[in-house]
């Protein structure tokens, strides 16, 4: 566990792979990452998009992840959906038009039950959405998170997107006191 092992940069990289390089390495330049329909991403190793996704979970400086229209898979989603469970300052994530399945789809929801950061999700136009046989679950956990006052994710059934909606309702009518900055690090340190 604890830190990750970073990959050096090298003169050769583009700015997408700086960018990646430098969130997993907690660099404090990097605050927000947009990528929409680069088509540069296909020819950036699988390892280096999943480091991206882990090293999430340790940045505390990243607020806006959008990766959209860039095929990502279930790999990604599922790495985001774990570093999501401890990481505490990222608000905003759209992954839109990418290539998740039911099974990241629904990990990552679980992971946002414990998430007490993120304000805006969209995961809307996968390869499919969520099955009927596991949207209870997607909501159940959706429904526990507090922070979060907008969430786009596709299910089958109307009455689970009714539930979401109604859930998003009462966070923002009531939103959440967020501790300050410095107990939230000091509680991720001593966690870690």
Request: charge should be negative; include cysteine.
């Amino acid at each position: 566990q604890g830190w990750p092992v970073l990959r050096r940069l090298s003169v050769s990289d583009n700015d997408l792979v700086t960018s990646m390089t430098k969130v997993s390495g907690n660099d404090p330049s990097v605050t927000c990452i947009n990528i929409d329909g680069d088509i540069r991403m296909q020819h950036i190793r699988p390892e280096i998009i999943t480091s991206l996704a882990e090293g999430i979970r340790t940045n505390l400086h990243l607020r806006q992840l959008t990766i959209r229209n860039c095929a990502l898979g279930n790999e990604f989603l599922s790495a985001l959906a774990d570093s999501m469970r401890t990481n505490f300052m990222l608000e905003h994530v759209d992954l839109s038009h990418n290539a998740f399945t039911n099974d990241s789809l629904v990990d990552f929801c679980l992971s946002l039950a414990e998430n007490e950061s993120l304000k805006t999700v969209k995961l809307t136009n996968q390869h499919s959405p969520i099955f009927t046989l596991r949207e209870d679950m997607a909501v159940e956990a959706l429904q526990q998170n507090t922070t979060l006052t907008e969430c786009q994710v596709e299910f089958q059934t109307a009455s689970c997107n009714g539930a979401v909606t109604q859930e998003l309702e009462r966070n923002r009518k009531a939103p959440k006191q967020i501790d300050d900055y410095g107990q939230r690090l000091l509680a991720f340190l001593e966690q870690e």
